[in-house]
């Protein structure tokens, strides 16, 4: 069942420059998508959310895309900072279910 | 800044037996989760929780799985008897109005022998 795909086990930026990380989707039902950051030892955090009505969603340093005709969305964060390093989860869910349903996710290490 | 609570932090026990798991919810919050992360693999939903009945759960939520509100505060997961594929990290998480964005605890670490 891999409903969510973040193809992308691991990433490495400079500090600075733009992390990009990559999430798609097969269920066409989904219609809000997340991301959470954990840190090692600690839950997933809540880190920013997109309804598909929208195709972006600003947060401070962290800009989420989505196209839904690609079924494709993107995590943007501008400029990384090495506190930033962490795995990052995509997760989706359908209007009427608590359900999220996460993505493997991505290793992020942002480098002094 | 309030958070999500769980104990123990780390839960060995042999299989066959009963684990209880706990979790203290944002105190303002109604809407409860359970989810799973076998190592290696995706954060799996399990159930969620809300006025004191189960409002949805997964394939994996089967019989040997129940949940509980003892009190105003507790938030518990019982596994009846573990058995060796139920080792994973358990996470708890909550919400005040069921939206998506859940907040979670740190996670127990099962491990089951």
């Known amino acids: 069942d891999q409903q969510v795909k973040q193809n992308s086990p691991s990433l490495s930026v400079q500090e600075g420059r733009i992390s990009i990380l990559n999430c798609d989707y097969t269920?066409?039902?989904?219609?809000?998508f997340l991301w959470y950051k954990k840190y090692p030892a600690e839950g997933p955090t809540f880190l920013i959310s997109?309804?598909?009505?929208?195709d972006k969603n600003e947060d401070g340093r962290f800009t989420v895309f989505l196209n839904k005709s690609a079924k494709h969305l993107s995590l943007h964060i501008v400029p990384s900072q090495p506190g930033d390093s962490a795995v990052y989860f995509c997760?989706?869910?359908?209007?009427?279910?608590?359900?999220?349903?996460f993505g493997k996710g991505t290793k992020l290490s942002v480098i002094p | 800044e309030p958070e999500v609570t769980q104990t123990p932090s780390h839960q060995v026990t042999q299989m066959g037996q009963e684990v209880i798991l706990r979790c203290v919810p944002i105190s303002n919050h109604l809407y409860f989760y359970w989810y799973r992360q076998i190592l290696g693999q995706k954060v799996e939903f399990l159930v969620s929780?809300?006025?004191?009945?189960?409002?949805?759960k997964s394939e994996i939520f089967d019989d040997q799985f129940s949940v509980e509100r003892p009190d105003g505060s507790n938030f518990t997961l019982k596994i009846r008897s573990t058995k060796l594929e139920d080792s994973a990290m358990y996470f708890c998480a909550s919400t005040w109005d069921g939206t998506r964005g859940q907040y979670f605890g740190p996670g127990t670490r099962l491990t089951v022998t």
């Open positions: 997760a989706a869910s359908v209007t009427g279910s608590y359900q999220l349903t």
């Open positions: 929780f809300y006025n004191n009945e189960i409002s949805e």
């Open positions: 997109i309804s598909s009505i929208k």
């Open positions: 269920n066409s039902m989904f219609d809000y």
